[in-house]
Nanobody, 123 residues
Framework: QVQLVESGGGLVQAGGSLRLSCAASGRTFVGYAMGWFRQAPGKEREFVGAISRSGSRTYYADYVKGRFTISSDNAKNTVYLQMNSLKPEDTAVYYC????????????????WGQGTQVTVSS
């Protein structure tokens, strides 16, 4: 069992940056690939990006590629989502998730989810 807690959300102006953190407890997440998803009001939860168990591979959705970066610190059991050049359309609740499988853009692949953190980008 893995518990995930996101933090770092907030209000930022367009063009600004935020770094989200996802701290894992219960079990080390070395055995899990980690994903980030987001959900805007009235919309489906969508894939943002993911990082492999080793941290050596990342995969991003096209709409964040080049702006967002995922990294992990296994010693701290924490995964990060660095978000740069933020746009109003990035406004959403951001969730981290863990899977015992491989990097996957599909929600159903993930076994554990955090409670989410709100990111609001003003224009």
């Amino acid at each position: 069992q893995v518990q995930l807690v996101e933090s770092g959300g907030g209000l930022v102006q367009a063009g600004g940056s935020l770094r989200l953190s996802c701290a894992a407890s219960g079990r080390t997440f070395v055995g899990y690939a980690m994903g980030w998803f987001r959900q805007a009001p009235g919309k489906e939860r969508e894939f943002v990006g993911a990082i492999s168990r080793s941290g050596s591979r990342t995969y991003y959705a096209d709409y964040v590629k080049g702006r967002f970066t995922i990294s992990s610190d296994n010693a701290k059991n924490t995964v990060y989502l660095q978000m740069n050049s933020l746009k109003p359309e990035d406004t959403a609740v951001y969730y981290c998730a863990a899977t015992t499988g491989y990097i996957d853009p599909g929600k159903s692949a993930y076994d554990y989810w955090g409670q989410g953190t709100q990111v609001t980008v003003s224009s």
